[in-house]
Nanobody, 123 residues
Framework: QVQLVESGGGLVQAGGSRSLFCVVS????????MGWFRQAPGKEREFVAS????????YYEDFAKGRFTISRDNAKNTVTLQMNSLKPEDTAVYYC????????????????WGKGTLVSVSS
């Protein structure tokens, strides 16, 4: 059974930083692309970032470029999203995602989802 478990969400002030973590079990982690999506209140879920199985290629949505960094540790079956310079508009539930295409980009490319972790950014 494949499981993706996120952690690291919480309340953070605007301009602050937060790291999100996702631990994967039930898969050969190093064979899968991993990523993050988010869903803000009243909005559709959107792509944030994804990373190739070997960690050498990363892809970001425009709003994440220069502020967010995705990384992975295949020895620990973990993918991390480091978020800096957070803004109130970054408030959302952040979902870990697993798929076979490096640029996950859209929900249809995601094979497995985590349950999400809430990040709230106060102004």
């Amino acid at each position: 059974q494949v499981q993706l478990v996120e952690s690291g969400g919480g309340l953070v002030q605007a301009g602050g930083s937060r790291s999100l973590f996702c631990v994967v079990s039930g898969r050969i982690f190093s064979s899968d692309a991993m990523g993050w999506f988010r869903q803000a209140p009243g909005k559709e879920r959107e792509f944030v970032a994804s990373i190739s199985p070997d960690g050498t290629s990363a892809y970001y949505e425009d709003f994440a470029k220069g502020r967010f960094t995705i990384s992975r540790d295949n020895a620990k079956n973990t993918v991390t999203l480091q978020m800096n310079s957070l803004k109130p508009e970054d408030t959302a539930v952040y979902y870990c995602a697993l798929g076979s295409i490096e640029y996950l980009g859209v929900e249809s490319r995601v094979a497995y989802w985590g349950k999400g972790t809430l990040v709230s950014v106060s102004s």
